[in-house]
């Protein structure tokens, strides 16, 4: 049981979940750009790590096609459709877990990944020039993992309507 101090309604101390903002993805992904871009053309970071590897890509994106199946899968077990097991409570609890976790390392992926992008775009060395396609398809990888994990936390909401109606009259 959670106690409001000082007797402020507006003041909610309850623990809760809420769903992740655009906003605060914006600003972690152009904050990471920016350390990125700091980062590689200040230190000539980018020459001790050429070429780029491809692991990034490759996680981000297994990672995002995990988080659309459970997003799939879950949306469906919730919404309680034909064919489809009922859905444990804190398993829900756990994939909103991971849902919010992995989009802001989607967004801090993406943000770095795009400032190393341009940083690389501007470079006239064929090394940097060579590393271009993987960090396009690293930023694609990390954007793909943004949208299944807004998808996966927006199918862990619970339906504003009964699903019968019968329910409706037992609760009365």
């Known amino acids: ?76 077990r919730i919404q309680r459709k034909p064919g489809a097991p009922p859905v444990q409570p804190l398993a829900v609890a756990r994939y909103a877990a991971l849902a919010k976790a992995s989009s802001l390392v989607g967004a801090l992926s993406a943000g770095f990944t795009a400032g190393l992008l341009i940083w690389l775009l501007l470079e006239p060395t064929d090394e940097a020039g060579s590393s271009v396609p993987t960090a396009a398809t690293t930023l694609a990888a990390a954007i793909a993992l943004i949208a299944a994990a807004l998808w996966l936390e927006r199918a862990c909401r619970v339906p504003d309507r009964p699903d019968r109606e019968d329910d409706e009259a037992d609760r009365r």
Do not use: H
């Not at 700091?38 to 981000?60: C, E, K, M, Q, R």
């Open 1 to 76: 049981m959670s106690v409001n101090p000082g007797n402020d309604p507006s003041r909610r101390t309850d623990p809760s979940l809420r769903p992740t903002r655009a906003s605060a993805l914006i600003v972690a992904a152009l904050a990471a750009a920016a350390v990125g871009w700091l980062l590689i053309s200040t230190n000539d970071l980018f020459y001790y790590i050429s070429p780029l590897p491809w692991t990034g890509a490759g996680v981000l994106g297994v990672l995002a096609i995990a988080e659309a199946y459970l997003a799939q899968n879950t949306s469906a």
